[in-house]
Nanobody, 123 residues
Framework: QVQLVESGGGSVQTGGSLRLSCVAS????????MAWFRQAPGKEREGVAR????????KYADSVKDRFTISQNNVRNTAYLQMDSLKPEDTAIYYC????????????????WGQGTQVTVSS
């Protein structure tokens, strides 16, 4: 089992930045992919960014490309999401997720989930 705990959410104005962190505990050796998803009110959960724990290959949703950066510290079992040039449409609950496979950005591929952290961007 893997437990995930997110932190770093908050409220910022348009154009601002936030850095989310996700600390994994438990059987981290099972994890091959770490990802960030988000869900806005009334919308489906959307994959934002993914990183492979071995090799660090990344993938981004088109909506956040060139603004968000996913990274990891495997010594600390932590994944990060650096969010720059934030827009009101980025407002959502952000979830950290982990998969035991080389996954893409589909929620069904991930079996471990954090509790989520709120990000609010005001205009």
């Amino acid at each position: 089992q893997v437990q995930l705990v997110e932190s770093g959410g908050g409220s910022v104005q348009t154009g601002g930045s936030l850095r989310l962190s996700c600390v994994a505990s438990g059987s981290y050796y099972l994890v091959n992919s770490m990802a960030w998803f988000r869900q806005a009110p009334g919308k489906e959960r959307e994959g934002v960014a993914r990183i492979y724990t071995s090799g660090g290959l990344t993938k981004y949703a088109d909506s956040v490309k060139d603004r968000f950066t996913i990274s990891q510290n495997n010594v600390r079992n932590t994944a990060y999401l650096q969010m720059d040039s934030l827009k009101p449409e980025d407002t959502a609950i952000y979830y950290c997720a982990a998969a035991d496979r080389l996954a893409n950005l589909n929620a069904y591929e991930y079996i471990y989930w954090g509790q989520g952290t709120q990000v609010t961007v005001s205009s």
